[in-house]
């Protein structure tokens, strides 16, 4: 079970496709609007209410750009998500009633770990972002900056503690679906959690408690291949740059769209544009709008990558091998753009609220120039090619009780 966005959905389709191979039952509880993604699969679908893109849509949703920090936006969208967590309880309890063991997405996690004491089942967490508390680098939804040993660990903790608050009416009302939640002082604690990315990319924190795992990343599951006009478009020139900003919004997209063509065009490169949530559009020969395309099958062909440093999107930039310019939005996004610059796959990050073209297309012309970033980043696809995030899940769910 998860929430949130394409990015919080697309991997689980992946590693569920890998439980279906070896021989599971497997369920994935997700917003309606996610059901394509399953497609082929062999995983079943539970449709859960809430449309994510529509609610980021909604006047409460463009108040996250009024936030200034990430703790600003953290209690924007807690304020958001308290009404969706309530309006998806009675589908999670329905989904959950079907259910020998629960795998939660970090999303759900406090509500996710209710229902399975309600239910007497096992749980496992399976988290996208490093969320638990840690002294070598702050939550990752607060930014980057070091706090210090313990103010790393005390804003993980104060993360944490605002997740619980903002299920903590959910969590109460499934009493009113007839699942008995004993008081929070009753609850099991902690629970085993794998998370879905590699130590090659984010090294497990030597403070983390037995019990917390870092398992590989789980590739989303994808079919079909690219559109003929993309298909047309790589034929035509040489590889252009792709430039997304997944399910990330913006307040302003006509007036990002012609920074974005003017920067390719200063860079002197093609460029695929896809419209993503925050509708951005581009016009041109040199350039290509499209929809949604499957990433594993074009990023490897691309010059270089720009995106909002979504946890889904940098996995498939990684896997791709190619170099990026991470634009931070919201949330974990600088966590991650963080992470790809110190990794030297990418030569720096140009957070949104400081893009401009000329800050765009220099970065573009270092991405595309300096053979050290492509090179960096072909070396580190080939060591997670050879790595399987779905085989450590399968091992947990072995020693899970009953």
């Known amino acids: 079970m998860t929430a949130g966005s394409r990015g919080d959905v697309a991997p689980y389709t992946g590693l569920g496709a890998g439980l279906v191979r070896a ?7 997700a917003h309606g609007v996610f059901e394509p993604l399953v497609a082929g699969s ?5 449709p859960l209410p809430v449309d994510p893109r529509a609610e980021l849509h909604s006047a409460r949703g463009r108040r996250l750009h009024d936030a200034r920090t990430g703790a600003g936006k953290l209690v924007r969208l807690a304020s958001m998500a308290r009404g969706a967590a309530d309006e998806m309880t009675e589908a999670l309890a329905d989904a959950a009633r079907e259910g020998e063991v629960l795998l939660v997405g970090g999303a759900l996690g406090p509500l996710g770990y209710a229902l399975a004491e309600g239910l007497s089942v096992p749980a496992l967490g399976l988290h996208l972002q490093p969320l638990h508390p840690t002294g070598e680098f702050p939550a990752p939804v607060l930014g980057t900056r070091s706090l210090g040993r313990a103010g790393n660990r005390l804003s993980g903790r104060a993360v944490m503690a605002t997740v619980d608050l903002l299920f903590s009416d959910a969590v109460r009302s499934l009493r009113r679906h007839g699942i008995a939640v004993p008081d929070r002082s009753r609850r099991r604690r902690p629970r ?3 998370h879905g990315y ?3 990319v984010v090294p497990r924190p030597r403070d983390w408690p037995a019990g917390l795992e870092v398992a590989g990343y789980w590739w989303p599951h994808e079919t079909g291949g690219l559109p003929p006009e993309v298909e047309e478009f790589l034929a035509a020139g040489p590889p252009p740059v792709f430039v997304g900003l997944g399910s990330a919004t913006v307040p302003d997209p006509e007036r990002l769209g012609r920074e974005i063509v003017t920067a390719l065009r200063a860079a002197n490169v093609r460029g695929i544009v896809q419209r993503g949530w925050a509708g951005l559009a581009a016009r041109g020969d040199d350039i290509l709008t499209v929809g949604e395309v499957p990433h594993s099958l074009l990023f490897p062909r691309t010059a270089a990558v720009v995106h909002h440093a979504g946890a889904g999107t940098t996995a498939a930039v990684l896997r791709a091998g190619v170099p990026t310019v991470p634009v ?8 991650w753009a963080s992470r790809l610059t110190a990794l030297g796959t990418a030569p720096a990050a140009v957070p949104l609220r400081r893009l401009t073209a000329r800050s765009l297309a220099e970065a573009l012309r270092r991405a595309t120039r300096d053979d050290s970033h492509r090179t960096r980043a072909r ?3 080939d060591r997670l090619a050879r790595e399987d995030g779905v085989a450590p899940v399968l091992a947990a769910l072995t020693r899970l009780p009953g």
């Open 23 to 29: 021989g599971h039952d497997v369920t994935l509880a």
């Open 42 to 46: 062999g995983v079943r679908f539970h």
């Open 192 to 194: 085993p959690v794998l």
């Open 198 to 200: 590699s130590e090659l």
């Open 328 to 335: 931070p939005v919201q949330f974990d996004a600088a966590f």
């Open 379 to 381: 070396a580190l696809a």
